[in-house]
């Protein structure tokens, strides 16, 4: 099964603008972590977050986290074409288990 | 240093065959995770290994097995492959197994079941 789900499924932009994935979960977490997959290879890690921890950057890459709500989000900002992509949110529950990913967002950015 | 590879990089069997696939995780790293994904889904977790035991396995039937060897290398197998097996298998590795290891992925192996 799958703990986070994200939204948008998709989502598509012109380069240079701000593109915003979100990611719901539904149990206690340890950490909350990002990866973008590229053509359907391999997942690169982007960012960590900590269940105590609120925001993180990390270049052009912000993320949230709301434990009340159980919710994150991904803010890519000032996006370029080489940031196609999909983008996953991945869980890391309480009890030691292993993580745990969503659907994923497909983001289009169009030169 | 290289990263997690991957072997084969693409697949075809027939229906009842059987496959192994293998991972070599990134040197120094001690666990290794085994995902399926399905085209348009997010990766399903099957197993993982630490220190060459079982420390993790998710829903996927017996036909599917693993096993880490002494170089913390890892086989996948999945005998009496059914057409629904057709997924991108992908190889992780982290240096320990626990909370807020990240992983580090390999480009996984294409396995198209006809």
């Known amino acids: 099964s799958q703990q986070g789900e994200e939204d948008p499924q998709a989502l598509s932009i012109q380069e240079g603008e701000n593109a915003t994935m979100n990611c719901s979960y539904k149990?206690?977490?340890?950490?909350l972590q990002w990866y973008r997959q590229n053509s359907g290879r391999g997942l690169v890690h982007l960012i960590l977050i900590r269940s105590n921890e609120r925001e993180k950057h990390s270049g052009r890459l912000r993320v949230t986290l709301d434990t009340s709500k159980k919710s994150s989000s991904l803010l890519i900002t000032a996006s370029r074409a080489a940031d196609t992509a999909s983008y996953f949110c991945a869980t890391d529950r309480v009890g030691n288990t292993p993580l745990v990913f969503g659907k994923g967002t497909r983001l289009s950015v169009i030169a | 240093d290289a990263g997690v590879t991957q072997s084969p990089t693409h697949l075809i069997k027939t229906r009842g065959q059987h496959v192994t696939l293998r991972c070599s995780p990134i040197?120094?790293?001690?666990?290794v995770s085994w995902y399926q994904q399905v085209l348009g889904q997010g990766p399903q977790f099957i197993f993982q290994?630490?220190?060459?035991?079982?420390?993790g396995r998710g829903n996927f039937p017996d036909r599917f097995s693993a096993r880490q060897f002494p170089n913390y290398s890892s086989e996948l197998n999945v005998n009496a492959l059914l057409l629904g097996d057709s997924a991108l298998y992908l190889c992780?590795?982290?240096?320990?197994?626990?909370?807020?290891?990240?992983?580090?992925f390999g480009s996984g192996t294409q396995l198209s079941v006809l």
């Open positions: 290994y630490y220190e060459k035991e079982e420390r």
């Open positions: 040197s120094g790293h001690k666990s």
């Open positions: 149990t206690s977490i340890n950490n």
């Open positions: 992780a590795s982290s240096f320990l197994q626990g909370a807020n290891e990240k992983l580090f």
